[in-house]
């Protein structure tokens, strides 16, 4: 059975920073994909950030570019995103997600066959 488990999100000022944790179950890590999503309160999901677990390479939003860092612990199975210089526009529903196919990347939701539960993060002004 997979799973996975997001936590590390909370209340945060603009400026600060918060690191998501989503650790990984019933699954062969290194053959996937793990992303990051996020859902705004009347929003689309929106992609954030992905990192192949096989070599660790990393891609991520233009929003989020040079502001967020995604990173991965084989030994705990565990992928991380680090989030610094929040803003209020961050503040979201943050979910792990993991792919498993034959693309070297993918920002679309709906091909990935895993997700956490979710983890709120806000960012007051």
């Given at each position: 059975?997979?799973?996975?488990?997001?936590?590390?999100?909370?209340?945060?000022?603009?400026?600060?920073?918060?690191?998501?944790?989503?650790?990984?179950?019933?699954?062969?890590?290194?053959r996937?994909?793990?992303?990051?999503?996020?859902?705004?309160?009347?929003?689309?999901r929106?992609?954030?950030?992905?990192?192949?677990?096989?070599?660790?390479?990393?891609?991520?939003?233009?929003?989020?570019?040079?502001?967020?860092?995604?990173?991965?612990?084989?030994?705990?199975?565990?992928?991380?995103?680090?989030?610094?210089?929040?803003?209020?526009?961050?503040?979201?529903?943050?979910?792990?997600?993991?792919?498993?196919?034959?693309?070297a990347?993918?920002?679309?939701?709906?091909?990935?066959?895993?997700?956490?539960?979710?983890?709120?993060?806000?960012?007051?002004?």
């Amino acid at each position: 059975q997979v799973q996975l488990v997001e936590s590390g999100g909370g209340l945060v000022q603009a400026g600060g920073s918060l690191r998501l944790s989503c650790a990984a179950s019933g699954l062969t890590v290194n053959r996937y994909i793990m992303g990051w999503f996020r859902q705004a309160p009347g929003k689309e999901r929106e992609f954030v950030a992905g990192i192949r677990w096989s070599g660790g390479t990393t891609y991520y939003a233009d929003s989020v570019q040079g502001r967020f860092t995604g990173s991965r612990d084989s030994a705990k199975n565990t992928v991380y995103l680090q989030m610094n210089s929040l803003k209020p526009e961050d503040t979201a529903v943050y979910y792990c997600a993991a792919y498993y196919g034959r693309k070297a990347t993918t920002t679309n939701d709906y091909e990935y066959q895993y997700w956490g539960q979710g983890t709120q993060v806000t960012v007051s002004s």
